[in-house]
């Protein structure tokens, strides 16, 4: 099992950028995929981007694409969520996730370990 832990939320303006980091336990964080999620008050938590455990293949959501880059520093047990252009519409926690098994997937459930997530929040 890997543990992980987000850092690197805030509160900043329309237009403004955050760049997100997961730090994970143990010494196999380069054979497990990784993943970025969020959850808005009252919605349920959807698929931001995920990244492929060589860091050579990225998906993203069409909400975020262009905007947001996902990457992975397996040297550092990190992975990364740059996040520029902010929109109000951004807001909300952010979830980093670890799948041992498969591929980059946009399904929370295909992810076995989570982080605790950490407040985004955008104002406009």
């Known amino acids: 099992q890997v543990q992980l832990v987000e850092s690197g939320g805030g509160l900043v303006q329309a237009g403004d950028s955050l760049r997100l980091s997961c730090a994970a336990s143990?010494?196999?964080?380069?054979?497990?995929?990784m993943g970025w999620f969020r959850q808005a008050p009252g919605k349920e938590r959807e698929f931001v981007a995920a990244?492929?455990?060589?860091?050579?293949?990225?998906l993203y959501a069409d909400s975020v694409k262009g905007r947001f880059t996902i990457s992975r520093d397996n040297a550092k047990n990190t992975a990364y969520l740059q996040m520029n252009s902010l929109k109000p519409e951004d807001t909300g926690v952010y979830y980093c996730?670890?799948?041992?098994?498969?591929?980059?997937?946009?399904?929370?459930?295909?992810?076995?370990?989570w982080g605790q997530g950490t407040q985004v929040t955008v104002s406009s």
């Open positions: 996730a670890a799948g041992r098994t498969g591929y980059n997937s946009r399904q929370s459930y295909e992810y076995d370990n």
């Open positions: 143990g010494r196999t964080f380069n054979t497990y995929r």
């Open positions: 990244i492929s455990r060589s860091g050579g293949s990225t």
